[in-house]
């Protein structure tokens, strides 16, 4: 079965720092997904990737996929004390709509 | 446009009582997915539902677990005879037909006493 493996597992950086996470994938990816989870408030989802070599972006945060490599990069610029959460990759398990998730990372930003 | 609901977001149950975890789709939604996580664990897909269809419940326990979307009102996750192991946040996801994109609700947290 698909497998997805997030690292760091967790992340602290002080305001305005750079980071990456990253999601490898056991298989091919057919669509991947990042979202983000704070208690109390469900995942919010951030973007979805379809094709190798997409990249997209939505404010500070950009994120692409490596479809040979089978792995996916999150990248948030300038970090703020309100990109804290857990970020959570998940993907179409063999093109289906089953979604599987990475354990996530959870990143903390200091101020 | 309202996102997807679930309620309660919290419930405590006894060891051997049921729970019942509600949600109602995005407006326009008509695929509903259950999920489970765990403490410390990733999320785990439960079951899929279409309107008055089962498609895929082979993520769900074969006891004690069974879920339904009704042709009118929220799709029903129900849990008979709780036990601790059950304790865990449930989110529900919908998405509109011909798309895998899923919306989260903000999950149930159930807790077994």
């Known amino acids: 079965s698909q497998e997805l493996e997030q690292s760091p597992q967790s992340l602290i950086v002080q305001e305005g720092k750079n980071l990456t996470i990253n999601c490898t994938s056991s298989?091919?990816?057919?669509?991947l997904y990042w979202y983000k989870q704070k208690y109390g408030e469900g995942l919010i989802f951030l973007m979805m990737l379809q094709k190798g070599g997409e990249e997209k972006s939505h404010e500070k945060i950009t994120a692409k996929l490596d479809e040979k490599k089978q792995q996916s990069s999150l990248h948030i610029t300038a970090s703020q004390p309100s990109h804290a959460g857990i970020y959570l990759c998940?993907?179409?398990?063999?093109?289906?709509?089953?979604?599987?998730f990475g354990t996530g990372t959870r990143l903390k930003v200091l101020a | 446009n309202a996102g997807v609901m679930q309620n309660p977001r919290h419930l405590v149950r006894r060891r051997g009582q049921e729970a019942g975890l509600r949600c109602s789709p995005m407006k326009g939604h008509s695929h509903v997915y259950w999920y489970r996580q765990l403490p410390e664990e990733g999320l785990k897909f439960m079951v899929y539902?279409?309107?008055?269809?089962?498609?895929?419940e082979s993520g769900m326990p074969k006891e004690r677990f069974s879920a339904e979307f009704p042709k009118e009102g929220p799709s029903i996750l129900r849990i008979q005879q709780v036990v601790r192991g059950d304790s865990a946040a449930y989110f529900c996801?919908?998405?509109?037909?011909?798309?895998?994109?899923?919306?989260f609700g903000p999950g149930t947290r159930l807790t077994v006493t």
């Open positions: 298989k091919t990816l057919y669509g």
């Open positions: 998940g993907a179409d398990s063999s093109g289906t709509y089953k979604y599987i």
């Open positions: 996801a919908s998405s509109p037909p011909g798309f895998y994109e899923q919306y």
């Open positions: 539902l279409q309107k008055e269809n089962i498609i895929d």
